[in-house]
């Protein structure tokens, strides 16, 4: 059973991210399952380190980025705002190039608060980064 508020329009979606840090750094939503959603993000200038590989705030920001646009897509958005209240990010290997794929999957949904399982993975499908984050659900 499908965990969304309503139908979703990717195209829609990735435009809502223009002019904020998801634009900047290009980060794309590329799919939406039943219960998960993925986005990439390239590993160029603007996200690596000055040693070369893949910044772990940018990590941190692709994987808040992901779960926060999946909890907005969970609650009715003319009642309620999804914010990011807490993430734990463990940084497993490095990346110097091409692209890094977050999932988001839902280890909770709840009234208040939603929390997400991110892994974010590397071209060949390598486990980058780990990630939690507790989303706040608030009223309008």
Same mark, same amino acid.
Request: charged share 20%; hydrophobic share 40%.
């Given at each position: 059973?499908?965990?969304?508020?309503?139908?979703? @329009?990717?195209?829609?979606?990735? /435009?809502?991210? /223009?002019?904020?840090?998801?634009?900047?750094? !290009? #980060?794309?939503?590329?799919?939406?399952?039943? @219960?998960?959603?993925?986005?990439?993000? $390239?590993? &160029?200038?603007?996200? /690596?380190? $000055?040693?070369?590989?893949?910044?772990?705030?940018? =990590?941190?920001?692709?994987?808040? =980025?992901?779960? =926060?646009?999946? =909890?907005?897509?969970?609650? &009715?958005?003319?009642?309620?705002?999804?914010?990011?209240?807490? #993430?734990?990010? !463990?940084?497993?290997? $490095?990346?110097?190039?091409?692209?890094?794929?977050?999932?988001?999957?839902?280890?909770?949904?709840?009234?208040?608060?939603?929390?997400? &399982?991110?892994?974010?993975? !590397?071209?060949?499908? /390598?486990?980058?980064?780990?990630?939690?984050?507790?989303?706040?659900?608030? $009223?309008?």
């Amino acid at each position: 059973m499908a965990i969304w508020s309503t139908e979703i @329009d990717l195209e829609r979606l990735n /435009k809502l991210s /223009k002019g904020s840090m998801g634009g900047f750094l !290009n #980060i794309e939503i590329t799919e939406i399952g039943e @219960d998960f959603m993925v986005g990439k993000m $390239p590993v &160029d200038e603007r996200t /690596k380190q $000055p040693f070369g590989v893949l910044h772990g705030g940018a =990590s941190v920001v692709l994987a808040e =980025s992901i779960g =926060s646009v999946a =909890s907005n897509c969970i609650v &009715d958005v003319t009642k309620f705002r999804c914010f990011g209240l807490e #993430i734990n990010s !463990n940084h497993l290997r $490095p990346v110097s190039g091409g692209f890094v794929y977050a999932k988001a999957t839902p280890l909770h949904i709840g009234k208040t608060t939603h929390v997400w &399982d991110i892994k974010i993975t !590397n071209e060949e499908g /390598k486990l980058v980064n780990v990630s939690r984050l507790t989303m706040a659900i608030v $009223p309008y």
